[in-house]
């Protein structure tokens, strides 16, 4: 079964720069319009960047001018870049993506990835 495979993720300082990576496990499937989410501990899941096939963008306000969303349809990748990292930003991110092949399109989540931004 198809999956989302996210990577990326680990510890970095405060003012740092991670890049996410979120492809499908099967190259047969084509990644459409996706979504990076984030959920800190006792918090709500939280839409960060979401990207159309066509590369149309939009951003949570806290992470604007920070993060950029971008994609290489080639590679079947999408990517999040994150610069000037905070503390706030530590959660665990998630790819949301539709996935079509053969006709059919479908919503899938990734497994999630840890950030933690820390001194």
């Known amino acids: 079964q198809v999956q989302l495979v996210e990577s990326g993720g680990g510890l970095v300082q405060p003012g740092g720069s991670l890049r996410l990576s979120c492809a499908a496990s099967e190259s047969s499937f084509t990644i459409n319009i996706v979504g990076w989410y984030r959920q800190a501990p006792g918090q709500q899941r939280e839409l960060v960047a979401r990207?159309?096939?066509?590369?149309?963008?939009t951003y949570a306000d806290s992470v604007k001018g920070r993060f950029t969303i971008s994609r290489d349809n080639a590679e079947n990748t999408v990517y999040l870049q994150m610069n000037s990292l905070k503390v706030e930003d530590t959660a665990t991110y998630y790819c949301n993506a539709d996935l079509s092949a053969w006709g059919s399109l479908k919503n899938y989540w990734g497994p999630g990835i840890k950030v933690t931004v820390s001194s």
């Open positions: 990207i159309t096939r066509g590369g149309a963008t």
